[in-house]
Nanobody, 118 residues
Framework: QVQLVESGGGLVQPGGSLRLSCAAT????????MGWYRQAPGNQRELVAH???????LYSDSVYGRFTISRDSAKNAVYLQMNSPKPEDTAVYYC????????????WGQGTQVTVSS
């Protein structure tokens, strides 16, 4: 069974930095588009960023220029470097793996809490 396990969440001060990691198992990692989503209380889950198998990236307007997504195929891992976080970035962050062609092949991690507060 495919597993996505996030780590690195926690409390961070505004203007600080935090790095989220997601380790994927039992997946042909190299072909999947990997993404980070987030959900704040009372809000819908939203895309933060994704990275394709070819390394193409997409960011939401709210994090563009502050967050960076990357992937390491040797480690079957995807990362989200969060620089200059803001209180409005507080949410549960979820790792996502999506097959580029087969819609049924989409997986989620359990989520990791990120709280931005002084």
């Amino acid at each position: 069974q495919v597993q996505l396990v996030e780590s690195g969440g926690g409390l961070v001060q505004p203007g600080g930095s935090l790095r989220l990691s997601c380790a994927a198992t039992r997946i042909i990692f190299s072909i999947y588009t990997m993404g980070w989503y987030r959900q704040a209380p009372g809000n819908q889950r939203e895309l933060v960023a994704h990275i394709t198998s070819a390394g193409g990236t997409l960011y939401s307007d709210s994090v563009y220029g502050r967050f960076t997504i990357s992937r390491d195929s040797a480690k079957n891992a995807v990362y989200l470097q969060m620089n200059s976080p803001k209180p409005e970035d507080t949410a549960v962050y979820y790792c996502n793996a999506r097959h580029p062609y087969l819609r049924d092949y989409e997986y989620w991690g359990q989520g990791t809490q990120v709280t931005v507060s002084s």
